[in-house]
């Protein structure tokens, strides 16, 4: 069982402002007092008890503790330190200011094929080096892309919320139904096994957002999204996507394919025309 420091973070940390909450507990600003640093805190409830609906397994959370310690990127948040006391536990990570990608997409409506080559890039990176781990990331959308600085140029992207994330074993077969309706592969609907393939699906969908600032499956209601996923009903609509290239729709295509083992890998994907052209020409046709 992993042993995390059992010193009162308050000792080490000056608590600040929520930064936000969900599903992965609660995100708080935090200063450490010896230095005057700025972090985050995520601040997780431990199950009190067997029977206790509330409070997340403290095996659950030794899982994310474990991958985040296992992955040092530049495009993935880093995991600085991990305290517990007898209800909580609270992971110590860098504080990333610019927002999510959601917002700066919701901000811009969408964004020009440039713009998005350069999100893509800086995403694929950070799971080409997870992927090469054999770290899945299972849960990765927009929400879950922060921007270090979103005045900046070319803001540099930081993926977080490993909550969902697995390390995958040689041989062992492993299965999910979480994840977000919107960005989730047919094989996490049908229950099938799982691959890092299944996050190559999510960023199909993410690119496809990036481009048009629509959600290539998003039904009425969840289930008629999941509907959507599994048929393939999907389309490039003319309204939306008459200025976008045909390489840019051909990368999309590639990562949105039913059969996990025929997807492009995100090895592939940096190699794609669209992320790596042979030069600028080939986007105009
Ligand atoms: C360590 O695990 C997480 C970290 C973070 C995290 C890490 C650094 C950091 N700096 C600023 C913020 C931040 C700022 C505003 C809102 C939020 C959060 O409520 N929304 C993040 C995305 N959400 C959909 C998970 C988080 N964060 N959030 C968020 C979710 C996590 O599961």
Known sequence: MAV??????????????????????????????????????KFLKLK???????GLERKNVEKEVEILQSLQHQNIMALKDVFESRAEVVLIVELIKGGELFDFIAEKENLTETEAIEFMKQILEGVRYMH????????????????????????????????????????????????????????????????????MWSIGVITYILLSGLSPFQGETDEETLRNIVAMNYEFEPHHFSQTSNMAKDFIQKLLVKDQSERMTAEECLIHPWIKPLNRTQIAN
Do not use: C
Request: no cysteine; aromatic share 8%.
């Open 132 to 199: 090469q781990k054999n770290v899945g990331h299972f849960d990765l959308k927009p929400e879950n892309i922060m921007l270090s600085d979103k005045h900046a140029p070319k803001p540099d992207i930081k993926i977080i919320d490993f909550g969902m994330a697995h390390r995958f074993i040689q041989g062992e077969e492993y299965k999910s139904l979480g994840g977000t309706p919107q960005y989730i592969g047919p094989e996490i609907i049908n229950y099938e096994p799982l691959s890092t393939a299944a996050d």
């Open 4 to 41: 995390f420091k059992l010193d009162n973070v308050e000792d080490l940390y000056e608590i600040g402002n929520v930064l936000g909450s969900g599903h992965f507990g609660q995100v708080r600003e935090v200063r450490e007092r010896a230095t005057g640093a700025q972090w985050a805190g």
């Open 48 to 54: 009190r008890g067997v029977g206790s609906r509330l």
